[in-house]
């Protein structure tokens, strides 16, 4: 299968613009690339750990998440979306669910390698059909820059 970036770009945006995210700032054009690999016949339940990235793009009572969003503390992220995929893999078994379901999580370095890694470690070692993006900028950026 060949990559078009052109085809790419074109697909559906999931990540709608007008979010509080600082400008220039690498988390959204992650999240935005990430979730336009998605099939556009596909739906997807992203998972966000708590940190600048939910914080932006959720401020009540708006989204700027296209779809199915679910918003965890930082620590759980793995076994929020792992609950999920096999809630929905229980229902697609008993003929309940026609769609094809995507899951992926989003979350900072704090909230995977630090206090979130236990989490993340038993979805995979599970084997739980997920993708976790963790995007690494080296610090809790919402408590003031503190290192992870």
């Known amino acids: 299968m060949s990559y078009n970036l052109k085809e790419n770009l074109l697909r559906e945006e999931r990540l709608a613009g007008g979010h ?43 989204t700027s998440w296209k779809g199915s969003w679910i918003h965890n503390a930082f620590e759980n992220a793995g076994a929020t979306l792992s609950g999920v995929e096999t809630a ?14 995507k899951f992926i ?20 070692e599970r084997g739980h059909d997920m993708v976790y993006v963790c995007y690494d900028n080296e610090a809790y950026m919402n408590t003031g820059i503190q290192r992870s």
């Open 88 to 101: 929905y893999n229980a229902l697609k078994k008993r003929g309940k669910l026609d769609d094809t379901y």
């Open 20 to 62: 509080r995210m600082c400008a220039g700032c690498g988390s959204p054009i992650a999240v935005r690339t990430v979730l336009r690999q998605v099939e556009p016949g596909d739906q997807v339940i992203v998972c966000n750990a708590t940190g600048c990235l939910e914080v932006s793009t959720s401020v009540y009572p708006y």
């Open 105 to 124: 999580a989003f979350g900072g370095d704090g909230g995977t390698y630090d206090i979130g890694f236990q989490s993340l470690s038993g979805a995979m």
